[in-house]
């Protein structure tokens, strides 16, 4: 409006108004001049250790002054505490401002302190540790001032106490006890000794809750030791009753650190319930009383040494497999060869180590190998069995008849289903596989060039599924690692942090390190089948008689895809170590469960090689378990829908595989099914009532359906949160089901089991129960917050270097090399036994 005038107006009345315009803003500085002249600061020499009682308005400030010796030698701490006694302060609070030489620290009382959801707690009574910044001289006097100011025109009465912390310095494994709380968090400094390059902060306390959080910071101002602060800087971890942070000197150019302990204002990070719930957005919340009681010590950590004998005594617990796979072998090269020697030399022996005339001379290729340890050779055996062909007429093959087929022959150019396109082939596989009583001959009838091919894929699949799995998981491991290194949240990776022993970038070497059994036992699993296989393949060169018609039929590509699956599991175990936590539990699991596959198959396949699964149908399975796997990981917890729907499917997919175990896979899922099952139950079960045909089967398919079907309702009711431990039972339990059921049926028919098979039993089931005491010992879970996962931590107990998970990493992998060598060697005693003889089951 002013300017608007000017325009209208001449000369003289322009300046006259702006004149105006200036003495009213002239007016109004003096006025708030005077106002602020008004404010009294009175400024007050101060001691330590006094309680200073005093109200503030917001017409007058007070400053105290203190003073105090700093020496280079000895670091003492100063402490804040400050108590406002009037009501309703909380509107119009006090504002405390700490002014040191090289750092200022400010806060409101009541402090004011958010937690989830914009809640807010106030606190009327603040204790915080001033930050010493070090000093260069000997001993100098150093000043510092607490401002105190308000806004508010009411008088605020206040209580201001500064004191010295005697014990504000750590000293190695002395336990110092203190309490906390949110408005008074502590902190304290720790010198690293000559001698000690890596620490362990441990900090304990008898209560689980109130929550709170252990942080590692550098020696500068400011620290950070409020709730909503705490981890902007430095390591930390939230904590119940035990906390733990190894710390090297390398990360700390002072070589000394802060410990900084916070008390949070709820418990929702811990794992504890949240019980207020603000019913306006502005409401102020009573937090009551959340002092906690804690302990801390510091100690030293391993030294280089440890690490050294950590590393030589894994290495040397693997290698020693290593020799005494060689000493056995050895030991069976040269019993074969005497005996070897006694065979061509019969004049030299008595009549009871010949045995009968007519011995047929033994290769020497079909001993040596530390599979072939117990084979016999029975004159009887090899002359019985050539003459009960003639009891299996449909059979009828002589030796050339089954190596008349070109051996040059390219395998490349032979493929399974050359074998199908006969007219009558179809008619002949129902009329061989729906016998009453199986041998394994009549499921041993193609030809094995195209039997070695098939299973060797499962080999190459393995390999190839192997790389391309792990890439990714290294790679993304490895920014896990990155991730807890640069932001200092320990709460990312659920490691024992009581036995944590860093090298380099990794955090926990120790539970990286105990995986080497894995690759190193899958590796000379992969070399004692390599062997094995070359003796196998010089023997059928030499159309030798046992190698062909003779045992259950050698077929070695699924043991190499187990020995793989091993050593992938150890890489992949060792990849989920870096960071252990719930999002890459996977890691941990998806060779599990293709190796208790793998040897689920390879059991089926020793009396089954015609009708075993195809490595692209078995690995299309696996593939499906572990994408249910990922699903009940994610989405899993607590989701009745899901667990519904896998519980349906799982119920669906044992009685399809039923079906297709007992009817050997001459049954077909189409339109006319339901007509077929019906007229199965009216003349099986109404019309006349006759029991099942293959009553082996039907018993092992009856324990396996209550097996599954009784997981199935667990799973339903229970939801247990961690899925993937959860499929992981269910495999185990139908391998142990299917193993224990191929034993005793493998003892009743008159079979038996040889001396090393035996001893390679009873080693791996003793192993497997040492192995599952140190598994379920649990020390850590990510089924649970961070924090309470560290109630479990435990110290370490072998070496001062591995842990209970360690010591289940070296059993387990001895445990699964055993089970490996047992579907090995338990059929050896069938070596000389022809296959029309040996029963399926």
């Not at 020693?320 to 050895?330: E, G, I, N, P, Q």
């Not at 009743?748 to 035996?758: L, N, T, V």
């Amino acid at each position: 409006m002013v300017l608007r005038s000017c325009c209208k107006c001449g000369p003289v009345s322009v300046l006259f108004r702006l004149g105006y315009v200036a003495l009213l803003l002239l007016c109004v500085t003096h006025l708030r001049c005077a106002r602020a002249d008004s404010k009294t600061v009175v400024q007050t020499d101060a001691e330590f250790d006094v309680t200073y009682n005093d109200t503030v308005t917001s017409d007058n400030q007070t400053i105290y002054a203190f003073n105090h010796t700093v020496s280079r030698n000895k670091t003492e701490g100063v402490r804040v505490t400050v108590d406002v006694l009037s009501e309703g302060a909380e509107s119009s609070p006090i504002l405390f401002v700490v002014r040191q030489k090289q750092a200022v620290l400010s806060f409101q009382v009541p402090l004011i302190l958010r937690g989830l959801y914009q809640r807010k707690y106030p606190y009327a009574h603040v204790g915080r540790t001033l930050c010493q910044p070090p000093t260069r001289t000997l001993s100098e006097t150093q000043y510092f001032f607490v401002d105190v100011s308000t806004l508010s025109s009411l008088g605020t009465h206040y209580q201001l106490r500064i004191s010295r912390v005697d014990s504000f310095t750590l000293h190695t494994d002395k336990k110092f006890s203190f309490t906390a709380s949110p408005s008074q968090p502590q902190y304290f400094k720790y010198v690293f000794p000559d001698g000690v390059d890596t620490a362990i902060v441990k900090v304990n306390s008898e209560m689980t809750f109130p929550c709170s959080v252990m942080s590692i910071q550098d020696i500068q101002c400011p620290v950070y030791d409020l709730d909503n602060n705490v981890a902007f800087i430095g390591m930390y971890q939230t904590m119940t009753k035990t906390a733990a942070i190894t710390v090297q000197r390398k990360d700390f150019p002072s070589n000394s650190f802060y410990v900084v302990v916070v008390v949070k204002t709820e418990d929702e990070a811990c794992g504890g319930p949240l019980r207020f719930y603000p019913l306006r957005p502005d409401e102020l919340i009573d937090a009551g009383n959340r002092s906690k009681t804690l302990d801390v010590v510091v100690s030293p950590a391993i030294s280089s040494d440890v690490y050294v004998m950590g590393m030589l005594f894994c290495l040397g617990i693997f290698l020693s497999f290593y020799l005494l796979t060689f000493l056995v072998a050895c030991v069976e090269n040269k019993r074969m060869h005497r005996r070897r020697e006694g065979l061509l030399n019969p004049a030299d022996m008595s009549p009871a180590e010949t045995g009968k005339p007519g011995v047929t001379p033994v290769s020497p290729y079909e001993y040596g190998s530390f599979a072939d340890n117990a084979s016999t050779l029975s004159s009887e055996a090899i002359t019985d069995s050539i003459a009960s062909d003639a009891n299996y007429g449909y059979m009828e093959r002589s030796l050339e008849s089954v190596t008349g087929r070109s051996r040059q022959e390219s395998l490349s150019s032979i493929e399974e289903d050359d074998y199908d396109t006969l007219a009558d082939i179809d008619s002949d596989k129902n009329i061989v596989r729906t016998k009453k009583y199986l041998c394994v001959s009549d499921l041993a009838r193609k030809d094995k060039r195209v039997l070695s091919k098939k299973y060797q894929i499962y080999f190459w699949n393995i390999a190839t599924i192997g790389v391309f799995y792990a890439l990714p998981v290294i790679q993304l491991v490895i920014t896990y690692q990155t991730v807890v290194n640069v932001t200092g949240n320990q709460d990312i990776c659920y490691y024992n942090f009581l036995c944590a022993h860093p090298l380099g970038n990794l955090s926990a070497f120790n539970n990286i390190l105990s995986n080497l059994g894995y690759v190193m036992l899958g590796l000379l699993f992969l070399l004692i089948v390599l062997q094995r296989d070359i003796i196998h393949s010089r023997a059928l060169d030499r159309h030798d008689l046992n190698a062909l018609e003779c045992g259950i039929p050698k077929h070695f590509g699924l043991f190499y895809a187990m020995g793989t699956a091993l050593m992938m599991e150890g890489l992949l175990s060792a990849c989920y170590h870096v960071c252990p936590n719930y999002t890459n539990f996977q890691f941990d699991t998806s060779f599990m469960y293709m190796i208790a596959g793998l040897c689920v198959l390879k059991l089926y396949q020793k009396r089954h090689p015609d009708i075993n699964a195809s490595a692209y149908t078995a690995y299309a399975c696996l593939a499906a378990v572990i994408f249910f796997s990922v699903l009940g990981v994610v989405f899993g917890k607590g989701n009745m829908v899901f667990w519904i729907i896998f519980s349906v499917l799982h119920i669906l997919a044992t009685m399809l595989l039923s079906t297709q175990l007992y009817y050997m896979g001459r049954w077909r899922l189409d339109s006319g099914i339901l007509r077929r099952i019906v007229n199965v139950i009216y003349t099986d079960c109404i019309r006349q009532c006759s029991g099942p045909m293959y009553i082996d089967r039907m018993v092992l398919l009856v324990m396996g359906n209550i097996v599954n079907w009784s997981l199935a309702a667990y799973g339903l009711l229970k939801t247990p949160n961690d899925f993937a431990s959860y499929l992981l039972a269910i495999a185990i339990c139908n391998l142990l089901l299917y193993f224990a059921f191929y034993i005793i049926m493998k003892l009743r028919s008159g079979e038996r089991i040889q001396c090393m098979a035996m001893v390679c039993i009873l080693f791996t089931a003793v192993v497997w129960g040492f192995a599952l005491f140190f598994f379920f010992q649990g020390l850590s879970t990510w089924q649970k917050t961070p924090a309470e996962s560290r109630e479990h931590n435990r110290d370490c107990i072998v070496l001062s270097f591995f842990d209970d998970h360690d010591i289940w990493h070296f059993l387990s992998s001895i445990a699964m090399f055993g089970s490996f060598l047992v579907l090995l060697t338990m059929d050896d005693d069938l070596d000389d036994v022809q296959r029309d003889k040996i029963f399926v089951f």
